[in-house]
C-alpha cells in the first residue's frame, strides 16, 4: 500500500547530542532569496532517491549529480514557500487532517492504517503530516501564479472540438518518460547552440540504449527528474500540445526528439501505450454555502454554523438558497442561491470533488473543509455523456487549461528561479 504523495521528506533540523556536550546545528548548505537550504534536507531526499530507486532496481547516476539535483528540487521548494509566506497562503490543521483523512479512504483504508504503514516505512505521522501540508500549499501557490498566465483562443477550443469529434469518443493513452534540457528565460545564440548539442549527446545515449531512467536524473531540467523523468499515463488530450503532436501514431519504446521549446529542448520515451478508452465526461450541479474562518469567527465556530445550517434544511426549517445568499462568502454563487450550475466535478479543489462524489442527488454533505474555508455542499444532481456543442466546447476548454496549465508552471518556475538569489556554499 503506497500513501506517500510526491512530497519532499525533511530532515531534522538539530542534532543532539547528550545534555552534557554542546548541540551541533545542521549546516547551511544553499541560501536561497531569504531563506536556507540545510545539508541534512539535502542528504535527506538524496536518501529518499536512493531508497525508491533500490526497490524499483533502478540504477542512479553518481552521488555528485545526485546532489546537483536534489538541491535544484530543493531550492524550487524552497521559492514556492516563500512567496506562498508572502502570499498568506496557510493550510490549517483541520484542513490537513481532512484531506489525510481523504488519501487514506481513497486507499480503502483509515487513518489509523496510515500510521501503521508509515511506521512500517520509517516515517514518523509528524513528518508525513507536514509533507502534506507543504504540497497543498505548493499547489494553491502554483495555481494562483500560474492560473492568470493561461489564455485560451475561441480558435483553439475549435481546433480541439474537431479532433476529438474525429477521434470520436476514444482516445489512446500513453506512459511517456520526459527529459528536458532547459534554457534560461531569455538564452543567447550560445546558450540554444549549448543547449541543442547536449540534447543531441542525449539523444545518441538513449539511441546506443543507455538507461532512460538514469540519464533524466543525471541531465534532466524538468520537474520529474528526480522520478527519472517518468510523466506517468496522460491521455492525448491532456499532455502538453507540443507533446500530443509528436507522439501520436508512435509505438512502445519510441523515442522523440529533441524537440524545442520555450523551456528547451525536450526528448520523450513512449514507454508504453494502452488501448483505446472512452471518455466519459460527467458533469454535477450542485450549491454551497461558503463561510471563512477569520479573527472574529473561529475554525470551529465556522464549522458548528454548517452543521446548524445543514440540520435546519433537514428538519425542513430553512431553505438552502435563502441561507446562502444571506450567509455565503462565495461572491460568485451566494446571489444565486449557492447555485455553481453544470460543471465537470473535476475544475473543484480535491475536498470538493471527492465529496460531491459520494452525494446523491438532494443529499446534503457534511461541513467540508477546503483552501477556500468551510463549505455546505448539496448536489443537484449529475449527469453522464452530455453530446451536446456546448458541453464539448466546455470539454475542450477545460483540456486545453490543464494543457497550458503544465506549460506555463514549467516557464513560470524557471523565471522564478532566473530571477532569485541563490548561493550554494562550499
Known amino acids: 500500500m503506497k500513501f506517500i504523495i510526491r512530497a519532499i521528506c525533511i530532515s531534522a533540523l538539530f542534532s543532539f547530542m547528550s545534555m552534557a556536550q554542546p548541540v551541533s546545528l545542521d549546516k547551511v548548505a544553499v541560501i536561497v532569496d531569504q531563506g536556507v537550504i540545510l545539508e541534512g534536507e539535502i542528504e535527506s531526499l538524496i536518501e529518499e532517491v536512493k531508497k525508491n530507486a533500490q526497490a524499483q532496481d533502478q540504477a542512479l547516476p553518481s552521488d555528485r549529480v545526485l546532489r546537483t539535483q536534489a538541491i535544484e528540487r530543493l531550492i524550487i521548494k524552497s521559492l514556492q514557500m516563500q512567496m506562498a509566506e508572502r502570499m498568506g497562503i496557510q493550510v490549517s490543521d483541520p484542513q490537513l487532517e481532512e484531506t489525510i483523512s481523504n488519501i487514506a479512504q481513497q486507499q480503502g483504508a483509515t487513518v489509523s492504517d496510515l500510521r501503521s504503514e508509515l511506521q512500517?516505512?520509517?516515517?514518523?505521522?509528524?513528518?508525513?503530516?507536514?509533507?502534506?501540508?507543504?504540497?497543498?500549499?505548493?499547489?494553491?501557490?502554483?495555481?494562483?501564479?500560474?492560473?492568470?498566465?493561461?489564455?485560451?483562443?475561441?480558435?483553439?477550443?475549435?481546433?480541439?472540438?474537431?479532433?476529438?469529434?474525429?477521434?470520436?469518443?476514444?482516445?489512446?493513452?500513453?506512459?511517456?518518460?520526459?527529459?528536458?534540457?532547459?534554457?534560461?528565460?531569455?538564452?543567447?545564440?550560445?546558450?540554444?547552440?549549448?543547449?541543442?548539442?547536449?540534447?543531441?549527446?542525449?539523444?545518441?545515449?538513449?539511441?546506443?540504449?543507455?538507461?532512460?531512467?538514469?540519464?533524466a536524473i543525471t541531465s534532466s531540467s524538468g520537474s520529474n527528474a528526480l522520478e527519472g523523468g517518468d510523466m506517468g499515463w496522460l491521455n492525448i488530450n491532456s499532455m502538453p500540445t507540443l507533446f500530443a503532436e509528436a507522439v501520436q501514431g508512435k509505438e512502445k519504446d519510441d523515442l522523440i526528439g529533441p524537440i524545442r521549446s520555450g523551456a528547451g529542448f525536450h526528448i520523450l520515451k513512449v514507454k508504453d501505450t494502452r488501448g483505446i478508452e472512452k471518455v466519459t465526461i460527467e458533469e454535477v450541479n450542485s450549491r454551497h454555502i461558503l463561510i471563512k474562518p477569520s479573527i472574529i469567527l473561529s475554525d470551529e465556530k465556522a464549522k458548528e454554523m454548517l452543521l446548524e445550517f445543514r440540520q435546519q434544511l433537514i428538519d425542513g426549517e430553512a431553505d438552502f438558497a435563502e441561507l446562502a445568499k444571506e450567509y455565503s462568502e462565495d461572491p460568485g454563487s451566494a446571489l444565486k442561491g449557492g447555485e455553481l450550475g453544470w460543471a465537470d466535478?473535476?475544475?473543484?479543489?480535491?475536498?470538493?470533488?471527492?465529496?460531491?462524489?459520494?452525494?446523491?442527488?438532494?443529499?446534503?454533505?457534511?461541513?467540508?473543509?477546503?483552501?477556500?474555508?468551510?463549505?455546505?455542499?448539496?448536489?443537484?444532481?449529475?449527469?453522464?455523456?452530455?453530446?451536446?456543442?456546448?458541453?464539448?466546447?466546455?470539454?475542450?476548454?477545460?483540456?486545453?487549461?490543464?494543457?497550458?496549465?503544465?506549460?506555463?508552471?514549467?516557464?513560470?518556475?524557471?523565471?522564478?528561479?532566473?530571477?532569485?538569489?541563490?548561493?550554494?556554499?562550499?
Open 345 to 426: 466535478p473535476t475544475i473543484y479543489v480535491p475536498e470538493f470533488r471527492d465529496t460531491l462524489a459520494k452525494l446523491k442527488p438532494g443529499e446534503y454533505s457534511q461541513p467540508v473543509r477546503t483552501v477556500h474555508g468551510w463549505h455546505l455542499m448539496q448536489l443537484i444532481d449529475r449527469r453522464f455523456d452530455d453530446a451536446t456543442e456546448k458541453r464539448k466546447e466546455d470539454k475542450a476548454r477545460q483540456l486545453l487549461y490543464s494543457r497550458k496549465f503544465k506549460e506555463e508552471s514549467e516557464t513560470w518556475l524557471r523565471e522564478m528561479r532566473d530571477s532569485a538569489y541563490i548561493e550554494v556554499l562550499e
Open 120 to 215: 512500517k516505512e520509517g516515517m514518523s505521522y509528524d513528518d508525513y503530516r507536514e509533507d502534506v501540508r507543504e504540497e497543498l500549499i505548493i499547489g494553491e501557490v502554483r495555481r494562483a501564479n500560474v492560473r492568470r498566465r493561461v489564455y485560451i483562443t475561441p480558435q483553439e477550443v475549435e481546433t480541439l472540438v474537431n479532433l476529438m469529434d474525429q477521434q470520436g469518443a476514444e482516445q489512446a493513452e500513453y506512459h511517456l518518460g520526459h527529459i528536458l534540457i532547459g534554457l534560461p528565460s531569455d538564452p543567447s545564440a550560445e546558450d540554444l547552440a549549448s543547449a541543442r548539442s547536449r540534447a543531441d549527446k542525449v539523444m545518441e545515449l538513449l539511441q546506443n540504449g543507455s538507461d532512460f531512467a538514469k540519464i
